[in-house]
């Protein structure tokens, strides 16, 4: 449906007008990728999560607004900074106390789940529509990534290394509790190399359903993109989740194509893996550091899978060991991880070899 930042209210009733509410709690689950300012989009607008605070306030039940952002620490601090805990009217809550259960996946066979997520009745999934340089897309599917609490995430990356891996374990997580209802924030969306460093999009809607695959792929349709060729909804598809064909899905309300949407570069969205042949390896472009923004928080250090970054007097790179996953640009909320042009970082590779 239509909406602006201001008409939230309307929008969430419209919402709750065709889907079941929840009956008596409810986990409120945005998008806290990091402590981004309102403003840059990161993150779940605020206004639409104080309008699900209200509405399910409303319905007098007992609600969590809470996620396990990418980066350690200063959860409070990250929520804060993004308008997310003021939203919350006081539900925002720490849910990173976790609980190991069996999974049923090609990569691991244990995770480590956010009990909140387990146990809560109602699982709201409030994404964003966003691009995401390592999946293509992020909304529904892999907000439900957040269910996963601090390092429990990061182990994912070195068990699934592959753009294809990575996205059948994010579904294969996605499964472990899928969602009740998704409410994604589409007033403002993120082209280009999402999820953090993309360029924003003015979109002007707010979309909803009970089948957060279908979702994806409406989403998907909408940047212009055949579902069919996200590895991601292409799974969630074959595993009996949704339908990703858009003459499948039963939308209510005008589907547009936003023109000229950028999505991520096929050749940047490139893993390095163990098997990765030296041509492919080759071809995978590495972060950049811009030492101007860096203000040396070491959170991409903290955050990197394999450790390939270390502490110097600004973090460094180990080249050969980085598997071009990108966590480090996505956690990094002062934009100094960049992810450079083909042409830049076959400079780097050539002329700066050595220098981070
Ligand atoms: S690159 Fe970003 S995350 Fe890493 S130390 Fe610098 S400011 Fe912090
Ligand atoms: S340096 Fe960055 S891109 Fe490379 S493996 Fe570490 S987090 Fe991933």
Redesign the pocket.
Known sequence: MDADYDTMDEAVHTVFSHFDSPQQEVLIKPNLLGGFPTEQHVTTHPSLVKALVVYCEGENLDITVGDNPAGRGNLMGKAKRTGLYQASQGHFKDISDGEKISVESDYFSELVVSKKVLYTDYVLNVPKFKTHIQTIITGAIKNMFGMLPGEEKSTIHCKARSLKDFSRALVDIYRVRPPDLTVMGAVIGMEGNGPSSGKLRQIGKVIASDNGVELDAVMAHMMGLDPHNIPMLEYAHEKGLGEISIEDIDIRGELIEVKGFKVPSKTLVRFVTPLSSGYYNFLAIRPR?NRKK????????EKCPVSALHRNEY?HIERNKCVSCFC?VE??E?H??EVPSRARDLFDRFFLQGVT
């Open positions: 550091l860096c203000v040396q928080c070491w959170e991409c250090v973090p480090c956690v990094c002062h100094a991880m």
